[in-house]
């Protein structure tokens, strides 16, 4: 891979996957909706060299082709609001996928674990069956089936699949509400039962792993699990966090009711009510594939990653 594309690379995913191609010597375009965002991005990985900046709409096939011109690999982590999930999901895929097919490119879409519904064995394989009960988990089953479909000719399509995570760049995780406020010293609540020890993934190890899959030209028309360093529980995460920032407000466990009670409120937690089994059924990736065909997997401990986490949000970093 001499030249990539990260669409929305200002994202809580795009942020570290364009700071690991550049760090790899590869020709990156960051392409984004604010070129602010792309501006301050640039200015903290100082690649100028390799890093070239585009603003487009990733809901408009034209604007995806004409900055994805000449790149051998299309990295789609652009995202949309939760709670827009339903309506916006599959026009972001459409889009997407009529440019790649244009270009007849690769392309690594970054997706979760949603559509897997509830787990069947204690670690996920990637032939886990896909049986989603929720309507989110139906919404991005579609967007696999869409993804993969028979009517593009040309494109090159995998799926990476992400459990919760955490990192300084994270904007859409369950997480990055606590461990932003925990960072500024605030009281917060952590979403979900804080007991039940749950699978998450530290983004640059993530992206890591993400460029390693996107390399080999095998690994296209697949899914992919990129599994997180073992399972950690809410208290020891949140005991961590206070620790490394040296602050200790409460931090309150938002169940059903919680949630419920702000969904009033608030639209997108009303939409993560429904998805809180996850939080009290945890599904974890298996990891066995990726290291069968691509290699051992290298973490960074949750200890050492929450650390980092919160230490460059104490500094003003990835918020």
């Known amino acids: 891979m001499k030249k990539a594309i990260v669409l929305g690379a200002t994202g809580g995913v795009g942020k570290p996957l364009t700071a690991e191609?550049?760090?790899?010597?590869?020709?990156?375009?960051?392409?984004?909706?604010?070129?602010?965002?792309?501006?301050?991005?640039?200015?903290?990985?100082?690649?100028?060299?390799?890093?070239?900046?585009e603003t487009g709409d990733a809901f408009h096939p034209q604007d995806i082709a004409s900055a994805a011109a000449g790149a051998d690999v299309?990295?789609?982590?652009?995202?949309?609001?939760?709670?827009?999930?339903?309506?916006?999901?599959?026009?972001?895929?459409?889009?997407v996928m009529q440019?790649?097919?244009?270009?007849?490119?690769?392309?690594?879409?970054?997706?979760?674990?949603?559509?897997?519904?509830?787990?069947t064995v204690e670690f996920a394989t990637e032939d886990h069956p896909k049986r989603p009960h929720t309507r989110k988990g139906k919404i991005r089953l579609a967007y696999e089936e869409l993804i993969f479909s028979s009517r593009w000719d040309r494109a090159k399509?995998?799926?990476v699949r992400l459990p919760d995570y955490y990192g300084p760049s994270a904007q859409a995780s369950y997480l990055s509400l606590t461990m932003e406020a925990i960072a500024a010293g605030k009281p917060t609540a952590f979403i979900g039962n804080m007991k039940i020890p749950r699978e998450y993934v530290y983004l640059p190890d993530a992206a890591r792993m993400i460029v390693e899959i996107a390399e080999r030209d095998e690994s296209y028309g697949q899914?992919?699990?990129?599994?997180?360093?073992?399972?950690?529980?809410?208290?020891?995460?949140?005991?961590?966090?206070?620790?490394?920032?040296?602050?200790?407000?409460?931090?309150?466990?938002?169940g059903r009711?919680?949630?419920?009670?702000?969904?009033?409120?608030?639209?997108?937690?009303?939409?993560?009510?429904?998805?809180l089994y996850l939080t009290e059924?945890?599904?974890?990736?298996?990891?066995?594939?990726?290291?069968?065909?691509?290699g051992p997997i290298s973490w960074t401990?949750?200890?050492q990653a929450i650390t980092e986490t919160i230490r460059e949000l104490m500094n003003g970093k990835g918020m």
């Open 223 to 254: 899914n992919w699990h990129i599994p997180g360093s073992g399972v950690i529980s809410g208290r020891e995460l949140v005991r961590i966090a206070q620790q490394a920032s040296g602050k200790s407000k409460s931090v309150i466990p938002l």
């Open 301 to 303: 401990p949750h200890e």
């Open 257 to 275: 009711l919680g949630l419920s009670l702000l969904g009033l409120f608030n639209p997108v937690m009303k939409e993560v009510v429904e998805m």
């Open 74 to 95: 299309i990295f789609h982590s652009a995202n949309i609001p939760y709670h827009e999930m339903e309506s916006r999901l599959l026009p972001l895929g459409e889009s």
């Open 157 to 159: 399509p995998l799926i």
């Open 99 to 119: 440019a790649v097919d244009h270009l007849g490119a690769k392309v690594v879409v970054v997706d979760g674990i949603y559509p897997y519904g509830r787990r």
């Open 21 to 53: 191609l550049v760090k790899r010597g590869i020709e990156t375009v960051a392409f984004g909706r604010s070129m602010q965002k792309l501006e301050q991005l640039a200015e903290e990985l100082n690649a100028p060299s390799l890093l070239r900046l």
């Open 281 to 294: 059924e945890p599904f974890v990736l298996s990891g066995e594939k990726y290291e069968r065909l691509i």
